[in-house]
């Protein structure tokens, strides 16, 4: 009993931190203004229930990593041994914005995640929860066996576009849909089908050499 | 006499700040710790000298900016009536990587813009800098006309992933070089390479229809 109680105040401070960290910055957020959002009499809940704001930010991403990879694994299951490169890249963007799209509007995640990849301190958190991930290594490996010869940095470098892309181009949107403002998409799905066309170019696309 | 020794505080100010954000964060760092790196005896020199945290932020952008928008109009002006695709993915991307690299290494520039794009309340800063910027919105029309035709919501989309990812690549690699962790490219120039190979292939992908 105490720990059900325990367990559902951790999710309401989870999701009051989501939102306050989407909408005003993860470090304009106090701890206590966390704590009263998610009417902790206590303005001490955070510290209590998860320790830093580092914690906290961990928290919530593994909340989300734990069910972008549920649905990427299914999909990674599904990918036959035909599938081309298309069929991967939809594999690695799918999961995230099908994630979203059943979360249903409004969505504060994509834009925690944006800002958490890109804070100095924060970003490892990120790059921790990717690492542990054995779908999103299976899809890196399939890409990587679908494109034309290309040299190793090449390689690691549309890596890294692929990732910044996706996280920045889901988190533009989140924030277009909070904001009421016109989005290049009308659904999370389309959104994905507009990422899979751009890196499959970006992936293919000829290197120039000097 | 007093006014340049102004002039000097503000440069020393700008210089610290930009580098602590770097380093810790646009928010971890307070503008008391900026006034003491800056080795301002007065504490609230940031106060004095630029105002708010905002007000700090915007002073830093310009100052690059200035810089960067001075560099792309000699390149527009370069660029012949026969520039194609890639030399205008040129114009649009060696203005910001020949600004790091006339820097020297170490610069902060990259991974602040990059904070400073993510952050709900600053990114608004970011936005106005490059709307007044003449030679972008030439840029922008010229790769319009070369395109293959599109939907007007894809040139869209697509605007904001070259956009995205020319920000956080910068600030992937100058992260790289401060820290000493490998990098796909060995100079910037080769970084701007990398990055126009890989836009002339996302712009120029096909378009998928459901």
């Given at each position: 009993?105490?720990?059900?109680?325990?367990?559902?105040?951790?999710?309401?401070?989870?999701?009051?931190?989501?939102?306050?960290?989407?909408?005003?910055?993860?470090?304009?957020?106090?701890?206590?203004?966390?704590?009263?959002?998610?009417?902790?009499?206590?303005?001490?809940?955070?510290?209590?229930?998860?320790?830093?704001?580092?914690?906290l930010?961990?928290?919530?991403?593994?909340?989300?990593?734990?069910?972008?990879?549920?649905?990427?694994?299914?999909?990674?299951?599904?990918?036959g041994?035909?599938?081309?490169?298309?069929?991967?890249?939809?594999?690695?963007?799918?999961?995230?914005?099908?994630?979203?799209?059943?979360?249903?509007?409004?969505t504060?995640?994509?834009?925690?995640?944006?800002?958490?990849?890109?804070?100095?301190?924060?970003?490892?958190?990120?790059?921790?929860?990717?690492?542990?991930?054995?779908?999103?290594?299976?899809?890196?490996?399939?890409?990587?066996?679908?494109?034309?010869?290309?040299?190793?940095?090449?390689?690691?470098?549309?890596?890294?576009?692929?990732?910044?892309?996706?996280?920045?181009?889901?988190?533009?949107?989140?924030?277009?849909?909070?904001?009421?403002?016109?989005?290049?998409?009308?659904?999370?799905q389309?959104?994905?089908?507009?990422?899979?066309?751009?890196?499959?170019?970006?992936?293919?696309?000829?290197?120039?050499?000097?």
């Open positions: 009993m105490r720990a059900s109680r325990a367990s559902a105040t951790r999710e309401l401070i989870l999701t009051a931190a989501e939102r306050l960290f989407a909408e005003h910055g993860v470090f304009a957020v106090s701890n206590r203004q966390v704590s009263e959002a998610a009417e902790q009499g206590n303005n001490t809940a955070v510290g209590y229930h998860f320790g830093t704001k580092a914690d930010v961990r928290a919530i991403a593994r909340k989300h990593s734990v069910q972008i990879e549920e649905i990427r694994q299914r999909m990674v299951a599904e990918a041994a035909d599938a081309d490169l298309r069929a991967w890249l939809a594999c690695l963007i799918r999961p995230t914005t099908e994630h979203l799209a059943d979360l249903g509007n409004p504060w995640y994509g834009r925690f995640a944006a800002q958490v990849t890109t804070d100095p301190t924060l970003r490892q958190i990120m790059y921790e929860e990717s690492r542990s991930s054995p779908s999103l290594v299976r899809i890196s490996a399939a890409i990587n066996g679908l494109l034309p010869d290309m040299p190793d940095e090449v390689r690691a470098e549309r890596r890294d576009m692929s990732r910044l892309l996706i996280v920045h181009m889901v988190a533009e949107r989140e924030r277009a849909l909070a904001d009421g403002t016109p989005t290049p998409r009308s659904s999370w389309d959104t994905a089908d507009g990422m899979i066309d751009a890196l499959a170019g970006l992936w293919l696309a000829p290197v120039s050499t000097r």
